[in-house]
């Protein structure tokens, strides 16, 4: 039977160094409305859950329980979940997309389902995705922004309510530096740290203050309305909310919030940024269909919001007005939240999931649904290889910071900003236990306030766990 969208998920664009020499902004974790989708050993897609419309690229329309690899596709950097369509990104810049196809969302010119990878038409130079309910967007290495799919309410972001079928340039946006799709409207992140939205606003998920759709990006107000939005490291857009992480570890959430979606203890929609109750120190953010959830620098997770199938982890059903930690998870690298399902990766390479799990989409053999993490089983899975452990130190810092090695082998250490720009590398040696840098960048300019994200890679191929560093001025 066809399941019809309620809520959609948010994806969180942050540079994740899949890929030093060219790095993407962008997940090798995700989530859509009832499926999930995985980058492992670099760049080998696999994917789980519901394959109604092919959005598993496997070229069927079976279900699967557990992870099974997407062999059409190579050389993938980044991924992206919407409702029943999938997205990858290749390292080379191009983009392809399969899966539910009614509203031309797979961006090839036509409405045709596809159940394996096609590509994406006129589009090039793209170093990040996002996938919304029926709707695809993409920023270019030049700081535009293209969208295609739905636009019933300007989610396209072109000045239309027009549907495309292809990609269109998002009006009036330049200096972008990550984006993001929510179930019916659009985040984009600049870089200046400002936070632009368009399309649906009728529980005022823009930020604007007004509950206006907007066809065109209008410009996120500041803290209860005052001013504008700044100091933003990293988005991510819901069904009808959105969140933003700030550049001190704080996170400020705005839009629908009847099962508190926005974490700040009511369940009062709000039409310009709240901050989120109780949460620092956070690195990462990721957007539900009516959840929220934060990655802290502890490797903790916390999540709030909506719970009825358990999404929050926390061992209950119950919705939760303010965050609330994830059971048992530790040493936690990247999170993905999907319509009613939560995805985390471990620092061990491990995958863990929870909540909904009526298509298979915990990927761990049933379809039983969890209220707390149970692992993704991986066929003959092998251990994750790395390049040995490292960790810094101030966080934030502001003056220089250090990291430290264990085990390392030769190699070098790369450091990003959040767009997966290349801002600083050096050579680290086998046997070298730290390396100090005055967060300077490559090109003798100080780093500005913000995160950033590093890891080592050995010569040997090998890739260290990701370290997050927020530089704090």
């Given at each position: ?9 948010g994806v969180v664009l942050i540079a994740l160094l899949n890929l030093p020499s060219h790095a993407m ?77 009614d509203y031309g969302q797979l961006g090839d010119g036509s409405t045709l389902h596809r159940p394996t990878p096609a590509p994406v ?353």
């Amino acid at each position: 039977m066809k399941r019809h969208s309620l809520w959609f998920t948010g994806v969180v664009l942050i540079a994740l160094l899949n890929l030093p020499s060219h790095a993407m902004a962008g997940s090798v974790l995700d989530a859509g409305l009832f499926h999930s989708l995985m980058l492992r050993d670099g760049s080998v897609l696999w994917t789980w859950g519901d394959n109604e419309f092919g959005q598993l690229g496997d070229g069927s329309t079976t279900d699967r329980p557990t992870p099974a690899q997407v062999s059409s596709l190579s050389d993938v950097a980044a991924i992206a979940g919407g409702d029943y369509h999938s997205m990858a990104l290749r390292s080379d810049g191009s983009v392809y997309a399969w899966g539910h196809n009614d509203y031309g969302q797979l961006g090839d010119g036509s409405t045709l389902h596809r159940p394996t990878p096609a590509p994406v038409s006129s589009l090039s130079g793209v170093i990040a995705i996002a996938a919304g309910a029926y709707h695809s967007v993409a920023l270019r290495s030049d700081g535009t922004v293209w969208a295609w799919g739905d636009n019933r309410y300007g989610q396209l972001g072109d000045g239309s309510i027009t549907g495309r079928l292809s990609p269109v340039q998002v009006s009036g946006l330049s200096d972008a530096v990550a984006i993001a799709a929510g179930g019916y409207f659009s985040l984009a992140l600049k870089g200046d740290g400002t936070v632009w939205a368009w399309g649906d606003n009728g529980s005022g998920q823009l930020g604007d203050g007004t509950k206006a759709p907007a066809t065109t990006p209008v410009q996120v107000k500041g803290t209860g309305g005052t001013g504008f939005l700044t100091g933003v490291a990293a988005i991510a857009a819901g069904g009808a909310h959105s969140l933003a992480l700030i550049s001190d570890g704080t996170v400020r959430a705005w839009g629908v919030n009847t099962f508190g979606h926005l974490g700040d203890g009511t369940t009062t929609d709000r039409w310009t940024p709240v901050q989120v109750s109780g949460l620092t120190g956070i690195t990462s953010i990721s957007a539900g269909g009516g959840y929220g959830m934060a990655l802290k620098n502890d490797g903790t997770l916390w999540a709030w919001g909506d719970n009825a199938f358990g999404q929050l982890g926390d061992g209950s059903s119950t919705q939760r007005l303010t965050p609330v930690q994830v059971n048992g998870l530790s040493g936690v690298e990247e999170i993905a939240a999907g319509g009613f399902h939560a995805l985390a990766r471990k620092g061990d390479g491990s995958v863990w999931a929870w909540g909904a799990n009526l298509s298979g989409q915990l990927g761990d053999g049933t379809t039983t649904g969890r209220n707390a993490p149970v692992q993704v089983i991986f066929p003959n899975s092998p251990p994750v290889a790395r390049a040995g452990a490292i960790t810094h130190g101030p966080n934030p810092a502001s003056g220089s910071v250090t990291f430290y090695f264990e085990g390392a082998t030769s190699g070098t250490l790369y450091v990003h900003d959040v767009a997966g720009r290349l801002v600083w590398s050096a050579q680290v040696h086998a046997g070298d236990t730290q390396r100090t840098w005055n967060l300077v960048s490559s090109s003798g300019a100080p780093l500005a306030s913000g995160l950033y994200l590093y890891r080592l890679v050995g010569q040997d191929g090998t890739r260290s766990s990701i370290g997050r560093l927020v530089v704090q001025r």
